[in-house]
């Protein structure tokens, strides 16, 4: 079954779409170098919104929000230019391409929001990552009460790849495969939601992060 | 400084929920610092707080501008010299308007994150050595949409969803040097729900159902004297915690 892929250009989202069988449709644009505090990303974010609800309708849609890595910051010495790089701009980055995307997926299908969000006991450090990735899930569940009524699930798939195994706290993580490979325990995650086996779910967060808590 | 030495700052104080806060925290006996854009309803507060046994002092500020929390910051630092506890309920103006998510537009968006995601972000950074030095407490209000998404009001269950990952974040980066960070999802009479029931008008039906309790809280006696609670040295081992404030209606905790 054809599968719409939208994602970030960053390598590990490149895999993904690969182990799905999913050329990728569209990626995502980048803020430019020099951008600013007060940068203005209306006419960039214009122009993205137009290429996605360009794409073809598809019974399946992914939609991949994976960042290139970004250095671990507390949100005390995270500067308001990183602020407005690494939360506010993949804010309106994903509210703008969820809101477009869900739009492109037939009625009955199914869309997976993959999405990188460390586990509480890492959050120190990954402030920027923590807060996008709470408020996109938090999305993937006002979507699923949205499109339920036209048979659309709308799920998400957490990931933890920012946090580097020195640096995960607490507990041991129970499957030392984590934070898991991009084309085994993550694309698994995605292809159940995807698949006939999640029927039932939505509005549904799947942590493919090998138990890690 | 008041009798009790304790001197907290709410953020969107002019009215509802945050209103409710400071009434709570200037029974007490607390010094409160009202921030909001709005200068005349500000006032009125704090001369409110300072009725109610506290003391109230007033100032306008714009929390998605880095410059007005710095002047905001710096006033509070010259006239009381110390900051036991901050309160960030301040929200956007587009909070309660709903429908579907193709409707928002970025404007919208940007304003929802202005203020309730950048807003903390400002706040709490420049509070961040006065609340050291006092080993105080930050409380965000944030809302049951956090937790759950909200159909027809996607943009705020997001950054509301967004403030509570801060909260978490925090916590544990504050902690170390005696900083506690909380967040409280109340539901609460108030003139935003009151908006909310107008631009949605199946929304009070489905709210009301939902509450055991059977009513909706009062600001200050329900949802302020719980935020009191997270100020004070009663929740000194609390931290990095949602307390639903909502008569039971949440049905994730």
Redesign the interface.
Known sequence: MPTTFIGTGSADAGTLALALGAAPSATSPEPPAAATWDWDWRGLLTGWRSEVAALPAADQVVVCTWPDPAPRVELLELGPVRWRREVEWPTALWFTTLAVATGRCRDGGAIVVVVDRPAPLDAPGHGAAVTVGDGVVNLVRSLAATEGGRGVRVNAVLSARPVAPRDLAGSPTPLTTSPGRVDVEIAGAVRMLLSDDGAGLTGTVLPATGGHP | MSATGRCVLVTGASGGVGRGIALACGASGWDVWIAARREVEGAAVADEVTAAGGRGRAIVCDVGD?ESVRALLDAIAGAAGRLDGLVHNATSGRSSQSG???D?T?AD??DH?RVA??GL?LV??AA?PLLAAARGSVVVTTSE???????????Y??????Q???V???A???GPAGVRVNAVAPLAGSPAMARAFVSDPTMEARVMRRIPLGRLGDATDDIGVAVRFLLGDDARFVT?QTLMIDGGSAAVS
């Open positions: 880095e579907p998510i193709t928002v970025v968006l940007e994150v995601t950048r972000y709490a950074r961040f949409a956090a937790l759950e998404g909200k159909r027809l009001l996607a943009a269950a997001m950054v509301k969803a967004q509570r990952a801060m978490s974040v925090l544990r980066e504050w990095g």
